[in-house]
T-cell receptor, first 112, second 115 residues
Framework: GQNIDQPTEMTATEGAIVQINCTYQTSGFNGLFWYQQHAGEAPTFLSYNVLDGLEEKGRFSSFLSRSKGYSYLLLKELQMKDSASYLCAVREGAGNNRKLIWGLGTSLAVNP | KAGVTQTPRYLIKTRGQQVTLSCSPISGHRSVSWYQQTPGQGLQFLFEYFSETQRNKGNFPGRFSGRQFSNSRSEMNVSTLELGDSALYLC??????????????FGPGTRLTVT
């Protein structure tokens, strides 16, 4: 994802809170997604933001600022099973030119 | 509801050969997207199909092609395989390619190794 930047690796402690940032530059922003991918498995959907603000879903929240080209994923009460790669993806374009552009992912290690 | 299925799960081919990968979306989903995932490049979009029509295509050479059938099942084909084609190929389905309905459900992938 040459137009999407997110940290390569992060480490956190079980029970803590971690924030994974994602910055992007796109033409024709049309929504931002966060996915979780455990090693050897397929990505699974976590959240979707298209308007500015915070979307909360249980222990996970996602924030978007379109003017700043910035999003973050907030994980609370970390559990060992949260160790995974977190992928930021931006949908750009309109009509038949819409496509998802993916970041390279942030590998999160949760330690006891 | 059954998830997205992909066959085969693992494949070993030699350079110059061709390969066909299959994807069956979730029942009722009409949009299917294909991605190539490698450690260095991450997820790279290949193409998207909706109602048997290719809606969008990524920046891959013409050796990569795909199609979608009337039952929404999709296939992708790679001809004249190169070593660099070794990757995990992921298929994702969604109800429709717009709005929140664009949430994509991924299959387990096909691990292709080219020797």
């Amino acid at each position: 994802g040459q137009n999407i930047d997110q940290p390569t690796e992060m480490t956190a402690t079980e029970g803590a809170i971690v924030q994974i940032n994602c910055t992007y530059q796109t033409s024709g922003f049309n929504g931002l997604f966060w996915y979780q991918q455990h090693a050897g498995e397929a990505p699974t959907f976590l959240s979707y933001n298209v308007l500015d603000g915070l979307e909360e879903k249980g222990r996970f929240s996602s924030f978007l600022s379109r003017s700043k080209g910035y999003s973050y994923l907030l994980l609370k009460e970390l559990q060992m099973k949260d160790s995974a790669s977190y992928l930021c993806a931006v949908r750009e374009g309109a009509g038949n030119n819409r496509k998802l552009i993916w970041g390279l992912g942030t590998s999160l290690a949760v330690n006891p | 509801k059954a998830g997205v299925t992909q066959t085969p799960r693992y494949l070993i081919k030699t350079r110059g050969q061709q390969v066909t990968l299959s994807c069956s979306p979730i029942s009722g989903h009409r949009s299917v997207s294909w991605y190539q995932q490698t450690p260095g490049q991450g997820l790279q979009f290949l193409f998207e199909y909706f109602s048997e029509t290719q809606r969008n295509k990524g920046n891959f050479p013409g050796r990569f092609s795909g199609r979608q059938f009337s039952n929404s099942r999709s296939e992708m084909n790679v001809s004249t395989l190169e070593l660099g084609d070794s990757a995990l190929y992921l298929c994702a389905s969604s109800p429709a390619p717009r709005g929140r309905n664009y949430e994509q459900y991924f299959g387990p992938g096909t691990r292709l190794t080219v020797t």
